[in-house]
């Protein structure tokens, strides 16, 4: 099923996408949409699931369960915000695969007000800012980084695929708007945006700099802006006789998961379709058909979810 159509059929992709021996690193995998994710790609076969999270207890338990289930998995300890920790996962794919065919960037941190969803504690918004963007975003092009090497070593399509959020659509003020949509934006570029949000986020300034009151949805919106900016830089530096690596975003909807205390009406389960398609996905499409691209319940959809760009 070609992913140029802009559409993906999650059952049929996922029952036909088999590759041989296709090595995808989930992070933030222990529970929730990640786990689902995992669960997705080790019960394929000839692929296996490199599960993923900073709690080694955890994760390694979820692996074990998983494989009780007939799933082809493996675990690595690793926290986004550590960069030995990075490099040593990095070095365990490396040493136990020699490559990787596909990463799936999910882990992340969110501060919820405990009126909107309850038994959540209470953290003053400037203090949320840093280590919300440090993970979601900074943690998730740390890891990103350290894996393209193994990722340009794939036998076939290999792929990035950032799990984002509906939280992180295009808004802020129309500079913002103007800044983060560029088509000539960087890596460096975005980079030094997330950092002006996070500032002002310390300094309580962050709304009259034009700036979303939404640490999670801000670090979401850097990811898909990530998403575009790498694919862009990936598509231009490939050589004709090398595999470009393709870059997605995808959208999980709402799912009932303990970053809300369960309140999400969509099950994990279904959440995690879209993105264990595409990582999947092995020569459908090539590859280059999702690159850049946003996608939600197996379709592109906007990246900028109906805003028009300034």
Partial sequence: LPLMAGTLSSAAALASAASPDRIVLITGSNKGI?????RAIGSLPDHTAVLACRDAQLGAAAAAELAADGCSVAFSRLDLTDAASIAATRDYVEASFGRLDALVNNAAICFNDPTLYGKVPHTPFEQ???LTVETNYFGSLAVTEAMLPLLRRSRASPRVVNVASAAGRLRGSPAIQRAISDPALTVAALGALMESFVSAAEEGTHLDAGWP????GVSKLGLIALTRVMARDEAAAATPDGLAVSFASVDPGFCATDQNNNQGHVPAAQGATTAATLAAAGDQ???????GRHFYEGREMSWTYGVPLA
């Fill in 285 to 291: 499409g090539g590859g280059a058909g999702m690159s």
């Fill in 128 to 130: 949320q800012a840093r």
């Fill in 34 to 38: 990640g786990k689902e994710i995992a």
């Fill in 213 to 216: 009151n939404t640490c999670y």
